[in-house]
T-cell receptor, first 112, second 112 residues
Framework: DGGITQSPKYLFRKEGQNVTLSCEQNLNHDAMYWYRQDPGQGLRLIYYSQIVNDFQKGDIAEGYSVSREKKESFPLTVTSAQKNPTAFYLC???????????FGPGTRLTVT | LAKTTQPISMDSYEGQEVNITCSHNNIATNDYITWYQQFPSQGPRFIIQGYKTKVTNEVASLFIPADRKSSTLSLPRVSLSDTAVYYCLVGDRPAGRRALTFGSGTRLQVQP
């Protein structure tokens, strides 16, 4: 099956811990994105990558970090510096930076 | 990126046609209009995209007037499973060079 996978679906962490969210795609897409969604709100862009070994900050990058060492993988680390990390995190990819974005199923992170 | 304005919520009944209008007064010449659908705790799903006049696919139709300052997503004969949040996005060909900017969307509730 082709698509975007995010794991795990639910994640729980204690405050002060870093946590890494996984995003993998086998669509051979160049561009990948991370969004955050809070209850009743739209999506906000955290980071995006147009090509391997390159990534750019989005609108709310503070407290997050990413890497893009492989075309199919774009993991997101939520650091202890992120003040309100509890949210629904969505990964997306597109064939190129101008292409239609396709989303993964999301990871719901709860930090207590 | 052009800002979009949509109704916060709409109600309908099964079998009716639903039209959701989006305003985008500052749309640029190169901008396309894209609609996504999102169910609770899932990633958004691409529905339809257009530049001008009318676009139709197996799911919906998109009507864009000549001045392109608004667009209308038309869902024919909705069912309960169409209950979701619908997002209108406007960006540089076709989904934005940088990434998508999501507003709060329109929450459609379909009643039996």
């Amino acid at each position: 099956d082709g698509g975007i996978t995010q794991s795990p679906k639910y994640l729980f962490r204690k405050e002060g811990q870093n946590v890494t969210l996984s995003c993998e795609q086998n669509l051979n897409h160049d561009a990948m994105y991370w969004y955050r969604q809070d209850p009743g709100q739209g999506l906000r862009l955290i980071y995006y990558s147009q090509i391997v070994n390159d990534f750019q900050k989005g609108d709310i990058a503070e407290g997050y970090s990413v890497s893009r060492e492989k075309k199919e993988s774009f993991p997101l680390t939520v650091t202890s510096a992120q003040k309100n990390p509890t949210a629904f995190y969505l990964c997306a990819s597109s064939i190129d930076p101008a292409g239609t974005q396709y989303f993964g199923p999301g990871t719901r992170l709860t930090v207590t | 990126l052009a800002k979009t304005t949509q109704p916060i919520s709409m109600d309908s009944y099964e079998g009716q046609e639903v039209n959701i209008t989006c305003s985008h007064n500052n749309i640029a010449t190169n901008d396309y209009i894209t609609w996504y659908q999102q169910f609770p705790s899932q990633g958004p799903r691409f529905i339809i995209q257009g530049y001008k006049t009318k676009v139709t696919n197996e799911v919906a139709s998109l009507f864009i007037p000549a001045d392109r300052k608004s667009s209308t997503l038309s869902l024919p004969r909705v069912s309960l499973s169409d209950t979701a949040v619908y997002y209108c996005l406007v960006g540089d060909r076709p989904a934005g060079r940088r990434a998508l900017t999501f507003g709060s969307g329109t929450r459609l509730q379909v009643q039996p």
